[in-house]
């Protein structure tokens, strides 16, 4: 089973990036998918999440500016992210909690992080 997520980049302050993650593997469902997020010398946070009956969660700093969604045929969720600001640099992980062959009671699963910098 993998997550692989795409995406970031460098974009100036104001500006927009989305974030896609795939779920490949031998998944039976994903229960919720979403993102999570980790600046230098921070915690990890959660960013936002999207669960299989499409309700979202976001965390303070972002709602109004990014925009989960998902892709249920093609196991992919995406991160709409606009007005982005400085303080929204880190390095942004895909989070999945499924199903699997290996883990019939339900894991989370991460991809590997990519790397959103909003700077001028």
């Known amino acids: 089973v993998q997550l692989q997520a795409s995406g970031g980049g460098l974009v100036q302050p104001g500006g927009s990036l989305r974030l896609s993650c795939v779920a490949s593997?031998?998944?039976?469902?994903?229960?919720?998918m979403g993102w999570y997020r980790q600046a230098p010398g921070k915690q990890r946070e959660l960013v936002a999440y999207?669960?299989?009956?499409?309700?979202?969660n976001y965390a303070d700093s972002v709602k109004g500016r990014f925009t989960s969604s998902r892709d249920y045929a093609k196991n992919t969720v995406y991160l709409q992210m606009n007005s982005l600001k400085p303080e929204d640099t880190a390095v942004y992980y895909c989070?999945?909690?499924?199903?699997?062959?290996?883990?019939?009671?339900?894991?989370?699963?991460w991809g590997q992080g990519t790397q959103v910098t909003v700077s001028s």
């Open positions: 989070n999945a909690n499924m199903v699997t062959t290996a883990s019939p009671q339900g894991s989370d699963y």
């Open positions: 593997g031998s998944i039976f469902s994903i229960i919720r």
């Open positions: 999207i669960t299989s009956r499409g309700t979202t």
